[in-house]
């Protein structure tokens, strides 16, 4: 055991470089919870630590709070074990004390530290009943005469590794300009690495660069956006995606120049299923087969992952889908025989899966997480699958053994990580720092047409989103996971006073709507993995599901009279548009394809948008769908509401550099009545009319920065 050393005082100030580190920076909830627990042991008497005093002083549960229920403090407390154990497995491998919290303690013990070992990529830690701990050095074989295969193994493992002293991991920058640089990918002679960059303006490129340094080479010009290059197997060609809309082209070119070669068209839309969307994350492909004679990508109109020939463009099936569910990241192991590759049931709701590349085999789930992936990579042999998720809180690395399902920390210091590539030989992996900022915003509602002044609410480090006023004005409801997940909160119409309303388990909240008498809310979550309707009282605190199941129901909203909640549901297969009375629960169907609805007040029109954000309307009172004209089209799903009699539809202006606000009548006479500027006003995400009909509630997406960091060994 590590030699004991005892606690002294200012222990915030002395363990500083921890709460700094990349896994407690960004979380307030656990770098709280460490600095209460190091400020418990430092002075035992004034603060009594379990579990429910916890949760009660720091978490701010109720004094009726039952942890049976609520389990928020265990949670909080293995999460805040893990990100000890990553952080002194990376970059605080070389401190001279570290933290521990031993399960089924609350009092955090200082010990004196040893630096922990690195593996490559790909290569099984040593397993022995009789052996609990290896050690660096000489002493280290002491243990292992227990077993004499197990000393072999060993010594074969240290001779491999070329040193006795185990040495640690470094983080050192790959792409250093400006703007957003993602989806690295590494030529087989490990000698340079092709991405994706927007070139600080917005449109994204395909560029090429050496690792050892020099200029980047722009590959791709056109004026659609470039994703997701690829390597072909003998480094001379690069495929890739462009993107435009909801079509998407796979592309292959020369890396050294040369014409373009379009090998199919699909139909994508990057993303969308992940935590944050958007094309940035989701990668749908391609990626070449092993012998370099097919591409494989996602594509969403034929509900699947295809392996399309670069020859006769002839595909063959490796994956199904449905209307709800997608497959991202596509990736043959290295010998060609299986596809590994993330399956999503819902809003950031997915998990690893491996198939065998030949006709009718079984997909086999690897992880069972019910998490966000972002990105997968195969070890070099074979045997197990490098993954960026937030199945513990911040997205890390991780390595799951595709046999046993056993899953392990990468520690790379990184509490964003996304995107991660395993470099041929497995010593050393590329990946993605990626971070996303959203906020609301609150906006007068122009007379005439102007630019709309907008001022931020509830401000926080966290994502904030989907704010929904009271029918009262008094109260606001906001999703955001500056808690560690996301949650719903409450505060004042100005964003003053946050109070977290909700601590639901799952990996999203969202469409948070009041009823019209101010005592509900409906929203949809996934705590069991399917998102599902649930229905809140605001006073209380108390939810109960309104359906759960299989299904995927999300969406939901208020009828104008309190006595109806709409939804969309994929119950009966494709997602279509319900009805369900509040009282009786009884449902039925309004319209086939609808997603997202809201009424007028005048219960004459009920306004819904496809998941492909095609706006439509049906009357209350019964009667055919319309389709609104082009000049109501919205930009995205949620770019749209309604504001009494009136609908609101945000759209991009013709130059892409700005966002036009229309309003139209139950006559659809459409008239443009404010402006959103890009910049510095962000990008809108959605938009909700209060109320009152005066103001308009803004989510936007503040920045996106992401680039490319290389993890290696510190002695190679």
């Keep these: 055991m590590p030699e004991h050393v005892e606690v002294t005082s200012s222990l915030r100030r002395r363990f500083e470089r921890v709460f700094q580190s990349a896994a407690f920076a960004r979380s307030e909830r656990l770098s709280a919870l460490l600095e209460y627990l190091l400020q418990a042991a430092e002075s035992p008497e004034s603060l009594t630590v379990d579990e429910r005093n916890i949760g009660i002083q720091l978490f701010q549960r109720p004094l009726d709070w039952d942890p049976g229920i609520d389990p928020c403090v265990r949670v909080a407390m293995s999460r805040l074990r893990n990100k000890l154990e990553v952080y002194y497995q990376g970059a605080g491998g070389k401190d001279h004390e570290k933290i521990i919290v031993a399960k089924g303690s609350y009092l955090p013990r200082i010990v004196s530290n040893s630096a922990a070992s690195f593996l490559p990529i790909g290569t099984e830690p040593l397993k022995s009943s009789s052996m609990t701990e290896i050690r660096s050095g000489p002493g280290w074989l002491g243990p292992l005469l227990l077993s004499g295969s197990i000393v072999f193994a060993a010594v074969i493992v240290w001779l491999w590794l070329g040193r006795s002293n185990p040495a640690t991991f470094v983080i050192t920058p790959f792409s250093t300009e400006l703007g957003v640089q993602f989806s690295p990918a590494i030529a087989p ?50 495929a890739f995606l462009r993107n435009d809309g909801w079509v998407g082209k796979l592309i292959v070119i020369p890396v050294h120049g040369g014409p373009e070669h379009v090998v199919a068209t699909i139909t994508t839309a990057p993303g969308q299923w992940t935590e944050d969307c958007g094309p940035l994350l989701g990668n749908v492909g391609p990626v070449w087969s092993r012998d370099g004679q097919e591409l494989i990508a996602f594509d969403q109109g034929r509900f699947g992952i295809y392996a399309i020939s670069l020859t006769s463009g002839n595909r063959r099936q490796l994956t199904s889908d449905t209307d709800t569910t997608r497959d991202f990241y596509p990736m043959p192991s290295p010998d060609g025989q299986s596809l590994a590759y993330v399956h999503y049931v819902s809003h950031g709701v997915g998990d690893l899966f491996v198939v065998r590349m030949t006709p009718g085999a079984e997909p086999r789930q690897i992880t069972r997480d019910r998490a966000t992936i972002r990105g997968v990579s195969w070890a070099p042999d074979g045997k197990s699958v490098v993954f960026a998720s937030n199945r513990t809180g911040p997205y890390e690395l991780w390595r799951v053994n595709v046999r046993s399902a056993r899953i392990q920390p990468v520690p790379a210091d990184s509490s964003e990580a996304a995107n991660p590539v395993v470099a041929p030989g497995g010593t050393w992996i590329a990946f993605n720092n990626f971070h996303v900022s959203n906020s ?95 229905l809140l009282d605001v006073e209380t605190g108390e939810s109960k599901a309104l359906s759960i199941g299989d299904m995927e129901e999300r969406a939901p909203s208020w009828s104008p009279d309190g006595k109806q909640i709409y939804f969309s549901s994929d119950r009966e297969g494709d997602t279509s548009l319900y009805g369900m009375e509040v009282a009786s629960g009884n449902v039925t169907l309004i319209a086939r394809g609808g997603f997202r609805a809201e009424a007028t007040e005048d219960k004459r029109w009920l306004y819904f948008s496809t998941l492909y954000a095609v706006l439509w309307r049906v009357p209350l009172d019964g009667g055919e769908p319309e389709l609104l004209p082009q000049t ?60 009152n009909g005066r103001s308009l509630l803004i989510d936007t997406r503040d920045g996106v920065s992401s680039d490319i960091v290389l993890r290696k060994a510190d002695r190679e």
Excluded: C
């Design 189 to 238: 002679d490990r000698g340079s690495i092709a991405y994706a960059w927007d070139g600080n303006r917005g449109d994204f490129h395909i560029y090429w660069r050496a690792i050892d340094g020099g200029a980047a080479t722009q590959l791709t010009h056109d004026q659609a956006n470039d994703f997701y290059p690829a390597f072909s197997p003998d480094g001379t060609r690069l």
């Design 440 to 534: 609301v915003k609150i906006a007068d509602l122009p007379d005439q047409d102007r630019l709309l002044q907008m001022q931020t609410v509830a401000p926080s480090l966290g994502r904030n989103q989907e704010a929904a006023l009271s029918f009262d004005g008094k109260t606001l409801l906001f999703i955001s996971d500056r808690s560690g997940s996301w949650q719903i909160w409450r505060s004042g119409p100005d964003g003053s006073e946050p109070i977290q309303l909700t601590h639901l388990r799952g990996s999203y909240v969202g469409s948070v709507h009041w009823s019209p008498d101010n005592r509900h809310i409906v929203f949809d979550a996934r705590p069991q993995g399917h998102s599902a309707i649930y």
């Design 632 to 691: 109501l089209q919205p930009y995205s799903s949620r770019n749209w509401t309604v504001s009494g009699d009136n609908l609101l539809v945000l759209r991009k202006r013709a130059d892409n550099r700005a966002f036009e606000l229309w309003q139209a009548d139950e006559h659809l006479y459409g008239r443009r009545i404010g402006q959103i500027d890009d910049d510095p006003g962000g990008e809108v995400i959605g938009i909700n009319a209060t109320p």
